[in-house]
Nanobody
Framework: QVQLVESGGGLVQAGGSLRLSCAAS????????MGWFRQAPGKERELVSA????????YYADSVKGRFTISRDNAKNTVYLQMNSLKPEDTAVYYC???????????????????WGQGTQVTVSS
């Protein structure tokens, strides 16, 4: 059973930064792509960023391009999301998730991910 544990959320003023971490259990972390999703109150969960199993490919939603950076450290079984220039509209619960298929390409839909963390709250005040 795979467990994903997010950390690093919190309250920050607009223009500030946060770094989210997602620690994964299991020995096959390096074989799976990972994604960061977010869900704001009353809205659907959406993909913010994704990274391939090797780290060689990344994806960013248009709303976060140039502000967020995804990375991974396979030796630590951890994926990160560096969030800079935060805006109030970035306020949401952020979830990390693991791609359903080993060594598959980046996918942007929720059904392509099978394991999810419990989420970490990010609140950006204006």
């Amino acid at each position: 059973q795979v467990q994903l544990v997010e950390s690093g959320g919190g309250l920050v003023q607009a223009g500030g930064s946060l770094r989210l971490s997602c620690a994964a259990s299991g020995r096959t972390f390096s074989s799976y792509g990972m994604g960061w999703f977010r869900q704001a109150p009353g809205k659907e969960r959406e993909l913010v960023s994704a990274i391939s199993w090797s780290g060689g490919s990344t994806y960013y939603a248009d709303s976060v391009k140039g502000r967020f950076t995804i990375s991974r450290d396979n030796a630590k079984n951890t994926v990160y999301l560096q969030m800079n220039s935060l805006k109030p509209e970035d306020t949401a619960v952020y979830y990390c998730a693991r791609r359903r298929i080993q060594m598959g390409g980046i996918r942007t839909t929720l059904d392509e991910y099978d394991y999810w963390g419990q989420g970490t709250q990010v609140t950006v005040s204006s």
